[in-house]
């Protein structure tokens, strides 16, 4: 069975520091993988998305970037924090096709102070 | 670009009641795939039902959905709302073979009482 695992689970930053989270896909190769932004009580914002190691495509920055080093990661960063960065950090994953499902991880809750 | 508009922010009813959430999009493909995601508290969000083909009701754990391509709705349905039920309901749309993402809506927030 495929399992997706984000990391960290929680963060509190100071303003101006640097993020790094991470999203890890088992049990299925090439997905396409996905990063969300959830702002408190918001809707859920794409960043970025994957379809092949190496390859992202930006779709709202927010100053953040990320990266696919290889298959079964997502990273996304960032080299100065704002106060609005601040949400739940959600990584998805789906098979090719726009009719596929799209799985959630249980994602990360960022706190900018 | 793509949208996808659910006009209810906040949807209160008691138990046993049925409950309808409204879903229209807007995109200039003519195929496109349609979701219906919910969010318990603390969680992350989870399918609910999905569909691509016109004027077919699909179902899931009592709730339902007919894409209508002629209005561009997607609208959910129940019944009888339960207590574990409260929630938050988003509304997305894909469009094309690249898997590019979901587009999704501002998401009504569904809360059931006793």
């Known amino acids: 069975a495929q399992t997706i695992h984000q990391w960290p689970v929680a963060e509190i930053k100071a303003v101006g520091s640097p993020l790094s989270l991470g999203c890890t896909i088992k049990?299925?190769?090439?997905?396409?993988l996905y990063w969300y932004w959830q702002a408190t009580g918001g809707t859920l914002q794409q960043l970025f998305y994957s379809i092949t190691v190496g390859q992202v495509e930006s779709v709202v920055q927010l100053n953040l970037s990320a990266s696919r080093p290889k298959d079964d990661q997502f990273i996304l960063s960032t080299e100065k924090l704002l106060l609005s960065h601040s949400g739940f950090y959600l990584c998805?994953?789906?098979?090719?096709?726009?009719?596929?499902?799209?799985?959630f991880g249980s994602g990360t809750r960022l706190l900018v102070i | 670009g793509d949208s996808v508009t659910q006009t209810e922010g906040l949807v209160t009813l008691t138990e046993g009641l049925p409950v309808m959430l409204n879903c229209t999009y807007q995109t200039i493909y003519s195929n496109p795939f349609l979701f219906w995601y919910v969010q318990h508290l603390n969680e992350s969000p989870r399918l609910l039902l999905k569909?691509?083909?016109?004027?077919k009701r699909t179902e899931h754990q009592g709730f339902h959905a007919t894409l209508h391509k002629s209005s561009s709705s997607f609208h959910l349905q129940k019944s009888s709302a339960q207590l574990s039920d409260s929630a938050l309901y988003y509304c997305a749309l894909s469009v094309n073979n690249y898997a590019q993402g979901l587009t999704f809506g501002l998401g009504t927030r569904v809360s059931v009482f006793p």
């Open positions: 049990g299925k190769s090439s997905p396409n």
């Open positions: 998805a994953w789906s098979l090719e096709g726009g009719g596929s499902d799209y799985t």
């Open positions: 569909s691509f083909t016109d004027n």
